[in-house]
């Protein structure tokens, strides 16, 4: 496993002289911006907000060159959200991973996977899993995971304007209603649009930046 993560990282490295897509603080901070706005009210799972978020993960892997790895980048499932003890359990929301690939160019290899993810939902205004008391304020979490997120953007959009030299193919994907349990990397790993053995390693980007 050792073998492909450093494979990777001097892919990324070795590009670093003439790649068309670099990685810059700039739109770093403004997916993170974006991300962690007020008007994305924390990035809770379900409704319109959820919404937005998934499209605007979708939209740039488009734009950066990024396929679908099914007939779009959408994963579907249906999120139990946690409540408190003395709360009444919600229904289940409807809500996303985002999911892209990029193919590799060997033969061969090509059929095997590396996954880079990330997941892009929060805490909304705090409740269950937040160590706050502000439980009426939004949660903006920047490094969590806003921070893993947009750095998913940016390395993913770099490893596009790199395709050429990839020999093992690379799935990208941003989970969602990851705070409520992890329940976006478990819906992928129980619904592969892959075969599991074709998965040789994955790379998590969770929480970029905190350095605790």
């Known amino acids: 496993m050792q073998d492909y993560f450093w494979a990777f990282l001097l892919l990324l490295i070795s590009a670093s ?13 403004d997916h993170i911006e974006f991300l962690t706005s007020k008007e994305n009210q924390g990035r809770y799972p379900g409704g319109k907000i959820n919404q937005v978020l998934v499209d605007y993960i979708a939209s740039d892997f488009e734009n950066s060159g990024l396929k679908p790895l099914s007939k779009n980048y959408l994963q579907k499932f249906k999120a139990e959200l946690r409540v408190s003890d003395k709360t009444k359990k919600k229904p289940k929301v409807k809500t996303y991973n985002v999911v892209a690939v990029l193919e590799g160019n060997h033969p061969v290899l090509k059929n095997e996977y590396l996954v880079l ?25 920047a490094d969590d995971n806003a921070s893993g997120t947009s750095a998913l953007l940016e390395i993913s959009e770099r490893l596009a304007a790199h395709q050429s030299e990839l020999k093992r193919s690379v799935i990208v994907i941003a989970f969602g209603a990851e705070e409520q349990g992890l329940l976006g990397s478990t819906y992928f790993v129980n619904n592969p649009p892959v075969f599991l053995e074709q998965i040789k390693l994955m790379i998590n980007m969770d929480m970029v930046g905190r350095l605790n």
């Open 17 to 29: 002289g003439y790649s068309q897509a670099e990685v810059t603080t700039e739109e770093l901070h």
């Open 117 to 141: 993810g990330a997941h892009y939902d929060h805490l909304g205004h705090g409740g269950p899993s937040s160590k706050s008391d502000k439980l009426n304020t939004v949660h903006p979490g």
